[in-house]
């Protein structure tokens, strides 16, 4: 199979040091990447930026810890913004640590936090703890605070530590012309909206944050805290709602997102304090589709905000934004098709009731695409047409396949029957399902993982296709106990439910590879 050569453990996807993805071969490099065994972790270069710091920006931290004396003995924290390393300042004075002036004005006692800001960088040091690390690398993956691996790598060249920047095809006109760009491309996919109404981030998570902090404060002076969870949504999202509503009471996960009349009767109940409702267009992984129309009136009748993430099938495919307040969205997939940069969208619907206020808020939260970053997105983003034709017409295919195949249990994707009907309502056009399918194996999950020839990782909406067991990569400590599992079960997930996601090459060798690990 020419498309599907052997791609060792580690191994970046694409073959970029800012590649997206890597490489996890088999079931136990996938344990063990979560488990963090030294045998597995030591052969990875890179991961999911929000997951894994980069090596450039390890290297970058390496080099200021070594080169000023205050930051000895400390763990830093480069992260994307001076607001963003102020946040996790607050966030873990918040969680019983307490808070620092800074290294500049002198040497505070070695327990508290340093604030760092050198070279135009900024970041948090803290003592080696292991239990103050998970906390602050929990808090920049939830909303997006790691620095880009880009602006690591210039800074690295600036200081003489590497050569030259990795050679890269990148827009040829200058910031402004890259931002016109990526935005000329939006405003295509979200007809209605100017510029001031598509508001750029960091990556697609951050959009998420900002958009709900927005609306959260924004409802909060008005009685509304009260947030509800449409279907089980990406991990990071709850967490979101998880961990920054104002209390646990406020925090409602409906389980089922065709149950419109389960909706309506919470709808009835907490009408006059529900500040907002989060979906997924489709949900991941189960990809399902909302009434959204239904959803919209019963959200407007009750003065609920609706935040509307269609990442999984992207903006280009679905026309949404008329039924949203914010549509929030990953440009990681699809747009930067080719794997290499995390970016985001928080697209304010210009007819909602708190438009106006919304674009100044969520702006405020955001936090920037790097300069090279925007440019390598420019490159890429007028591809996405061309991208999702081939990505469209492989998917139908190879669901076909799968769904008539003995060894397959259940296959799910955008236009599967239970749901097909309030996507095709959204749809652009009637093949337009993105690439993601989910399945489940009547045999042994490791034999088929460990034997199929399709790359094997994180992430999505990439030319290349990809493939993961996603409860194991999002949700481990969920399929590793017996409660996890009981919760699993209660929301219909099987903790063994393969994620493949379609890309570019030839259809027949992605099937084949499929064909052949099925046996």
């Known amino acids: 199979m020419a498309s599907f050569p052997h791609l060792s453990l580690g191994t970046p996807i694409p073959p ?7 490489s996890l071969p088999t079931m136990r490099a996938v344990c063990g990447y979560e488990e963090k065994d030294p045998a597995i972790i030591s052969q990875l270069t890179n991961g999911y930026p929000r997951f894994v710091v980069h090596p450039f920006a390890k290297q970058l931290a390496a080099h200021f810890i070594t ?32 808070r620092s002036t800074g290294v500049s004005p002198g040497n505070p006692p070695p327990s508290l936090p340093l604030s760092f800001s050198a070279s135009g960088l900024h970041g948090l040091a803290h003592l080696t703890d292991a239990t103050t690390a998970a906390r602050a690398k929990t808090y920049l993956q939830n909303i997006g605070g790691f620095l880009s691996s880009r602006e690591a790598e210039d800074h690295l060249v600036r200081f003489g530590l590497l050569t030259t920047p990795f050679a890269e095809e990148s827009f040829p006109g200058d910031t402004a012309a890259a931002n016109a760009e990526v935005h000329r491309h939006l405003r295509r996919a979200l007809p209605g909206t100017t510029d001031a109404d598509l508001l750029l981030a960091n990556c697609g998570m951050n959009a998420v944050y900002a958009a709900f902090r927005a609306v959260a404060d924004l409802q909060a002076a008005r009685g ?25 009471s406020d925090y409602v996960y409906i389980r089922d ?16 304090r529900i500040a907002g409702v989060v979906a997924e267009l489709p949900t991941n992984p ?13 959200c407007r009748a009750h003065g609920a ?22 549509v929030v969205s990953s440009l990681t997939k699809y747009t930067a098709s080719a ?41 890429q983003i007028g591809r996405t047409d061309s991208v999702l034709e081939k990505i469209h017409a492989a998917t139908t295919r190879v669901v076909a396949f799968l769904e008539a195949h003995p060894a397959v249990r259940d296959v799910f994707w955008a236009l599967h029957p239970a749901s097909k009907e309030n996507y095709q309502r959204l749809a652009r056009r009637p093949d337009a399902s ?3 399918i989910t399945f489940t194996l009547r045999g042994d999950l490791e034999k088929f993982y460990d034997r199929l020839r399709l790359p094997k990782g994180p992430s999505f909406g990439m030319t290349t296709t990809l493939i993961c067991p996603f409860m194991y990569l999002a949700h481990y400590d969920l399929v590793t106990t017996p409660a996890g599992l009981a919760e699993l079960a209660a929301s219909k997930l099987d903790p063994n439910l393969l994620r493949l996601c379609i890309g570019c090459e030839p259809v027949e060798e992605i099937i084949a590879a499929l064909a052949e690990a099925l046996g």
């Open 16 to 22: 970029s040091p800012h590649a997206v993805s890597c």
């Open 67 to 98: 080169t000023t004396p205050a930051l000895a003995g400390r763990h830093l924290w480069l992260t994307s913004s001076a607001p963003m390393a102020r946040a996790l300042a607050d966030h873990l004075a918040a969680s019983g640590t307490d």
């Open 224 to 248: 509304r805290t009260v947030w509800l969870q449409l279907g089980w949504l990406y991990l990071d999202t709850i967490a979101i709602l998880k961990n920054f509503t104002a209390a646990p």
């Open 257 to 272: 997102v065709l149950d419109h009349l389960g909706l309506e009767r919470i709808f009835q109940k907490h009408g006059p």
């Open 286 to 298: 189960l990809i399902q589709t909302p009434d959204l129309a239904a959803l919209a009136v019963l």
């Open 305 to 326: 905000r609706l935040l509307l993430d269609p990442s999984v099938v992207s903006v280009f495919n679905v026309d949404v934004l008329a039924h949203t307040d914010v």
């Open 339 to 379: 794997g290499d940069l995390t970016a985001g969208v928080a697209a304010i619907n210009p007819a909602g009731p708190d438009a106006a206020e919304l674009r100044r808020r969520i702006a405020a939260h955001l936090e920037p695409l790097y300069a090279r970053d925007l440019a390598r997105l420019a490159a």
């Open 434 to 436: 993105g690439g993601m």
